[in-house]
């Protein structure tokens, strides 16, 4: 039966449930089916008016959530599925009744001596019962049957299972048998100082921890944990003592130093970590009060009266309730795999998505808040659509905001029917982690948490957000470029919240950082799962080599390191594959001795996977890749203290030991010293002072630096005095009253904090929330509390307003038209390059000279031919032009993403983020020697005209390869005062303009010595030189302007001289990724001062930039960039072929 033809008995239809309206009815009707007592308790409750005390209230929530469990499942139908699940607690509780009478008390105990072994035992037992061994249901008979006796009748056969149970537990084949049984799973002691099962061994020539535990098979990036099962689920509900009942539930409200005497505040552990419980105060044993009797929708509704972003939080996420359970000597009740499992347990059920969904907006369990509010014409804007982000997006939205969500990722658009009409099977909603589409939303969630946690929890919040009306959601928009806070004021929002968590990834200065094979964590996993080279379909590119070494401690570490090695098994595959079809001969026809040495490396590797997977399928089992990986170098972490001294250790154990059940190596007190090289500049081994007593050398072809990250307070640095930063590492606080409130390090999440920033625009406030707020970053759930505790404090602040008269639907035609980027134009009649048109109008508006922007098309709809979905992954695209509403862009075709463009058409949606990078500096009164080649004069379209505009003379030295490389020469002139055609070789440019000169020259410096000999150009009135152009010309430039150069005479002693650096770019939001790092030095010296985010600072001083490290940086991908250009060209002659058959 449809969702709809179930609701109508009710008077409902499925839209109904998207509305207050409806939700209003539903509330009505649920009202309708409590007893008097409970309905009359309910009321006063809403009202404020009945006097329960923190435990009856929690009591009668769980009577609620009883009743509500059944409503719902009357509601949708469900009433058969729904008593399957309360006959299946008590089948556990039947288990859980076996397991504490009959082996914790009986067997466990059991001290006499036992005849026999636990094979002759077994035998007997089962014919006892009369059942075979291979039945799956034999521990639960076996649990039926002790059960069954009597025991004074039966005591005989008693002792016979308590026996049985001991032998089971001492006997190598009885605990054999009986591993994966529940009833023989008790909590372990706790060792604070042996929470994960290490060994020593030599790994590379050093001592390091590996895992005692056997290793688990890795391929590729599906879900590698499928969470417990609902046996052990059950088994760690009845572990737990649900405490709420005397105010002992110390993994919500935190563990204190005495109850009852809060002032003394909260114990610490032993890693000195405070224990404060969940940051969101969930409902915790009250939910597995509910889940223990079966009543999992109950279960869930009470879960999220505290939590409504529940898919976001719990297994392999937050641990936080654990480490303040009352058990605090042995192993805590697992509660995050309780909360997933509740939850997973609900959306297993028929219109579980739908239930979820409208347990999101409708909660009777709640006594505040329990119906979205009415529409109060507040307009809120949310920066970053990460944990913090989408879940102040939630509350704001249920308060009656209207919510207009931005991030500068690309958010995929989910399927129209999905969003109109309801989904029957979660199933339907789920995709393969491996070949899901990478929606984007989410933030760190996103791009940072690995495949360990189920990413189709993200699509379900995503989904939720993206049905409310008055909820807008916008990827590709970078709050700072496309948009500012003045511009979010000016277009009628109340409010603007940050939530764009961490920046700013730590750089280690030491020798020969960032060279070839060495690069931040951030990078490699945002490029791994943002734009799809870990996918078989994919053209973009990422190369990793091995042995690889990751630096840091943190969960960032563990995450890199075991993503590196199912992502080098996956490379090595698809470049044999692509090799193979190409012709290996076709690629190495133009590689340097570098690339066919790896591409050798690289096939001969994925050779040996091959091989492994063909012995794997004829044996039946799955391919064991971990000896390969070992054979080749394997990962190791490389941490400067005792793996008991590391943050992913005293955080989140468990990550550890799933990390070494890959095979990861954890080297221990280990400071990298520096970086050496091989003959082409590639990392090859790294320098490290072990204990700080010797140096050891451990080779390495890949470096990832994953040693933390700060604050992102990127908008307060790009607009000075816009925001105050704290101690240059945080937003500085302010209270609602507009109080600074300067920072303690010693606060914790459940303290008073202060949520706004410096910003004001009259009364209105800027708040910010997540990583960006020291009291909340650091993990996903304090991200998620921080929005919600944020929420009532921000309505304070919008209360005290005036009314917003600005209808909502047209602010949201306002964002809809202004930060959809879509196709205006293009022109692809120049085989080299293409002229785009986006219609873009923030951006457009926005748009300074000199900035650009990161293109991309959407995953979902984009085509695929020959198993590679043609999708433009990323692209950096310098503005040559705007106008009020749209960006020009010139896409020279070069490369693989750049070919492409042409399949574009007028109309089509992309991502245009930005405009990023700063402006060009547009100085008055002076003369500016502009040196470019053709990328450069596509940039100078633009800048040029500003230059001459601002009042400057300005001088071009166009440097082209030919005259036919010559784009828009009208424009060029009109932004040029003189402009000194130069080609390399055959016929020179026409100069049509008297003060313009024609040369043949290839050599710019010899050129420019020449123009000021001759007098063409007087370079002595030179103000300032700018230089586009290659590594080359710039390394030209850099060499004959310093001391004893050729150039240095000839310019003012102090020509300001910059580089235009073209440094690989990915997320180009100024400082999150890391992609665009480039080191400067001093130029005196030559030594490394400070490494710089080229998409914030792309125009840099000239003789401050380490070139070398520059050429380092761009060529790092340059073998799977060449066979991807190749496998482009093959992909697009099929799809020719396919059109023309």
Sequence with gaps: MALDERLQRYGLNFQDLQKREGLVEVDTLYQQILPEETLSTLLQWRRGEAELTAIEESEFQIELGAHLNRFIAELFDIERESEALIDRAKRYERLMLFKEQFIQRGAKR???????????????????????????????????????????????????????????????????????????????????????????????GIPVKVGSRPLRQRDGFDLTDHRMNRYEIASEIAYCKYCHDHD??????????????????????????????????????????LEKEGLSIGSLAITMVENPMVPATGHR??????????????????????????????????????????????????????????????????????????????????QGCHVVGIDGLKIEPLPAEILTQPVRNWSDLEERLGDRILAGFGGVAEYGITVRWDKNFLKLIYL???????????????????????????????????????????????????????????????????????????????????PAVVIGGGLTAIDTATEVQAYYIKQVEKTLHRVEILGE???????????????????????????????????????NFNPLLQKWGGVMIAYRRTLQESPAYTLNHEEVTKAFEEGIHF?????????????????????????????????????????????????????????????????????????????????????????????????????????????????????????????PIIMQALDRLPKNSKPNNTLSLEMKEGLTATIQSIDASNPTVCEVWVKAPMAAQNFKPGQFFRMQTFETGSEIVAGTRLQIPLLTVSGTGSTEDAI?????????????????????????????????????????????????????????????????????IAAMGSKNDVDHMDELEEGADQIIWAVGKGDPIEARRPQDHSVVEWDVIKLITTLNEQGIVDMGEVDRLMAMGSTGMLKGFQKELSEGGSLKDLFKEDLHVTGTIGSPMQCMMKGVCGQCLQWQVDP???????AVFTCSQQDQPLKAVDLDNLTARTSQNRLPDIISSHWLSYVLEEKAKEEGA
């Design 110 to 204: 059991y001290r006499q001596e036992i005849e026999g072994t636990f094979a002759e035992h077994h035998v007997a037992l089962l014919e006892k019962i009369g059942v075979s061994d291979q039945d799956p249901e034999l521990e639960a008979k076996i649990a039926k049957y002790a059960l069954s006796l009597d025991p004074e009748k039966d005591a005989d056969e008693i002792i016979a299972i308590h026996q049985w149970g001991a032998l089971a537990e001492k006997d190598p084949e009885g605990i054999a048998r009986v591993q994966d049984w529940i009833t023989f799973k008790f909590p372990a002691r706790l060792d604070f100082d042996h929470l994960v099962a290490t060994e020593e061994r030599t790994f590379q």
């Design 248 to 289: 002992g539930d110390f993994c919500s409200i935190g563990f204190p130093v005495k109850k009852g005497e809060p002032e003394q505040g909260f114990r610490k552990n032993p890693f000195n970590e405070t224990l404060t419980g969940c940051p969101l105060d969930e409902m915790i044993s009250e939910m597995q009060r």
């Design 317 to 398: 996420i937050c641990n936080d309730c654990m480490k303040s359970c009352i058990y605090q000597r042995a192993e805590p009740v697992n509660i995050p795999q309780i909360e997933t499992g509740v939850l997973s347990t609900v959306l297993d059920l028929p219109y579980g998505v739908e239930i979820y969904n409208l347990l999101a907006r409708w909660n009777p369990l709640k006594r505040e808040d329990y119906l979205p509010a009415e529409e109060n014409g507040r307009k809120v804007l949310v920066a970053g659509m990460g944990p913090a982000g989408f879940t102040m997006t939630h509350y704001l939205s249920q």
């Design 464 to 546: 939720t957000l993206a049905r409310r009306r008055n909820v807008e959601i916008y990827g590709g928009v970078r709050l700072g470029g496309t948009l500012t806070l003045e511009d979010a004021f000016d277009l009628g929002f109340d409010h603007v919240s940050l939530a764009v968590g961490a920046g700013l990834p730590r750089v280690l200065k030491i020798d020969n950082s960032l060279a070839k094979g060495m690069k931040q964590a951030s990078d490699f996993l945002m490029a791994m799962q943002l734009t799809g080279a870990a996918k078989d379909s994919s053209i973009a590119n990422l190369q990793v080599r091995l």
């Design 585 to 623: 001969e076709k690629i190495r026809e133009n590689l340097s001795p570098e690339d066919d040495e790896t591409l050798t490396e690289f096939l001969t590797h994925g050779r040996e996977v091959r091989a492994e997977r063909e012995r794997a399928a004829a044996a039946g089992e799955a391919p």
């Design 667 to 791: 080297g221990e007190e280990l400071n990298p010293l520096g970086v050496e090289l091989d003959q082409y500049g590639h990392v090859k081994a790294i320098r490290f002072m072990k204990s700080g007593e010797e140096e050891v050398i451990v080779p390495a072809r890949a470096v990832l630096v994953a040693a933390g990250t700060s604050p992102n307070t990127i908008y307060g640095t790009e607009y000075p005095g816009s925001i105050e930063i704290e101690e240059k590492h945080h937003f500085q606080g302010y209270d609602l009253e507009g109080n600074l409130v300067p920072f303690n390090w010693g606060t914790n999440n459940k303290e008073p904090f202060a949520p706004f920033t410096s910003y004001r625009r009259g009364e209105k406030r800027v708040s910010y929330i997540g990583d960006t707020h020291p009291v909340f970053n650091g993990n996903v759930v304090k991200a998620i509390a921080s929005a919600k505790k944020s929420t």
């Design 888 to 956: 020009r862009l010139l896409v020279f075709q070069w490369g693989t993403g750049q070919r492409l463009i042409p399949s574009l058409k007028p109309g089509d949606q992309v991502v245009l983020a930005g405009p990023t990078g700063a402006p060009t500096e547009l100085p008055s009164g002076k003369t500016i020697l502009v040196v470019a080649g053709r990328w450069g004069a596509a940039v100078m379209l633009d800048i040029g005209f500003a230059l001459r505009s601002a009042g400057n003379k300005v001088i071009y």
């Design 1084 to 1090: 005196a010296t030559g030594e490394r001062t400070k």
